[in-house]
């Protein structure tokens, strides 16, 4: 039976959180799914991981190559949805193209947010869990050690994670500006759509400390704050509340701003005028264009934010092909490891046939030792039975071979035997 890497996955490009969120694989669920998995293909497949976070859900396998058509149907068996409702949303990698996927993954080249460096987290996450499952192998520790290996290179080698790569990394880098370190930063989400879950996302790798979604929908809110770790609130409750943010993210689809000039300066009053950054996303805005005149308000819009990123186009531009360019080249050293070791049983049973015949000529040398021949003599006999044997197989293959298949044995004849000058 032939392995191989195979990886099967659904994220945020190939499917809508709404499936999404139906194949998630909580931390406590990943152990007996994995046993699970194995279970359900035998020996088929050897080794196993599952990577779950808000933007995808991927499946690493050492496996038999003839299971790749059942392993979308065991992930939609096992999270209890219907036949063939995941295909049209799901992914599958084989061979060098999977080893490739992983290693764009763990490096940020296939994130929401360009870059981001929480996915590397996760994926060690997932070994670390699928180690204590007791469904990682050599093959798979070799490719994720590998892949953390990609991640720290094209990390430290490029500038792929320097620079503000999307709306909400901008919106990150401005409130840190202000604030430096959000760890005591108090920041409110308004809005619960994707721009706000991506700003979320963002946030969210800072550590600040509370995160509060606010949306008209309370069950929207609730949803994605939970995510999060976060805690939701009322739309209604802003004017009351708003002085205890200092960072707001405003994104919502109200024909009407949200937040007015008089609501701010009395939030500012009750701050003790201690800075605030607001960030306005929605067009048309959430936040009156009065409210960036106050002296301790940091307004920025969605225009100022796109400024911000475009300035580090080029940079982010020249990175992607230098981070593109060290993953390829890990890609083949990756697939040379894996062939060698397709040589191993090979090379394992040339040693051990290599040894029998070593013992059979020392048995043999033993016995006229023993006999009280002459030991010159015996070693010469050892030295030329030895010889005769090493030569036995090629000489015969060559002697059976076609002309064109002996060209190709004679041309590889000096790469397998040794010259007299190397024995030496």
Same mark, same amino acid.
């Given at each position: 039976m032939s392995v191989d890497v195979l990886t099967f996955g659904l994220n945020h490009v190939s499917a809508p959180v709404s499936v999404r969120e139906r194949v998630s694989f909580p931390m406590d669920v990943v152990k007996p799914a994995l046993s699970a998995l194995r279970g359900s293909f035998g020996n088929s497949v050897? /080794?196993?991981?599952?990577?779950?976070?808000c933007n995808r859900t991927e499946i690493y396998c050492a496996a038999d190559p003839a299971v790749s058509p059942h392993i979308p149907q065991w992930l939609a068996d096992f999270n209890r949805l219907e036949q063939g409702s995941l295909q049209p949303h799901l992914y599958q990698y084989q061979s060098n193209e999977a080893v490739r996927h992983a290693f764009r993954v763990a490096s940020g080249l296939d994130s929401m947010v360009l870059g981001e460096p929480q996915i590397l987290g996760q994926l060690k996450e997932a070994v670390r869990a699928a180690e204590a499952a007791g469904s990682l192998g050599t093959l798979l520790h070799q490719l994720f050690q590998r892949t953390f290996s990609v991640a720290k290179e094209v990390r430290s080698t490029t500038a792929i994670g320097a620079h503000s790569v999307s709306m909400a990394a901008a919106a990150v880098k401005l409130a840190e500006r202000v604030f430096g370190d959000l760890s005591e930063c108090n920041v409110l989400f308004i809005g619960a759509g994707e721009m706000i879950e991506l700003c979320a996302t963002h946030f969210a790798a800072t550590h600040p400390k509370h995160m509060v979604v606010a949306n008209r929908t309370v069950e929207r809110a609730e949803t994605l704050a939970n995510r999060f770790n976060a805690r939701s609130m009322k739309l209604a409750d802003l004017? /009351?509340?708003?002085? /205890?943010?200092?960072?707001?993210?405003?994104?919502?689809?109200?024909?009407?701003?949200?937040?007015?000039?008089?609501?701010? /300066?009395?939030?500012?009053?009750?701050?003790?005028?201690?800075?605030?950054?607001?960030?306005?996303?929605?067009?048309?805005?959430?936040?009156?264009?009065?409210?960036?005149?106050?002296?301790?308000?940091?307004?920025?819009?969605?225009?100022d934010l796109g400024r911000l990123v475009q300035s580090g186009a080029d940079a982010r531009k020249a990175a992607v092909v230098q981070a593109e360019a060290i993953i390829e080249t890990r890609v083949q050293n990756f697939m040379h490891w894996l062939q060698s070791r397709e040589a191993v049983p090979t090379i394992i049973e040339l040693q051990r046939t290599a040894e029998q015949v070593q013992q059979q000529e020392l048995e043999k040398a033993r016995r006229l030792l023993a006999r009280g021949e002459d030991p010159a003599r015996v070693l010469e006999s050892l030295a030329y039975g030895l010889t005769q044997k090493y030569l036995h197989?090629?000489?015969?293959?060559?002697n059976q071979s076609e002309p064109q298949e002996r060209a190709q044995l004679l041309s590889l004849l000096p790469r397998l035997m040794p010259s007299a000058d190397k024995r030496r």
């Open positions: 050897r /080794e196993a991981a599952i990577l779950s976070t004017p /009351e509340r708003i002085a /205890e943010f200092d960072v707001i993210i405003s994104c919502t689809a109200s024909s009407l701003p949200i937040l007015g000039l008089g609501m701010v /300066e009395r939030a500012t009053r009750s701050r003790r005028h201690r800075p605030m950054v607001m960030v306005d996303l929605a067009v048309p805005r959430d936040i009156e264009h009065e409210v960036g005149r106050l002296a301790d308000i940091y307004l920025y819009t969605v225009d197989g090629p000489m015969a293959t060559l």
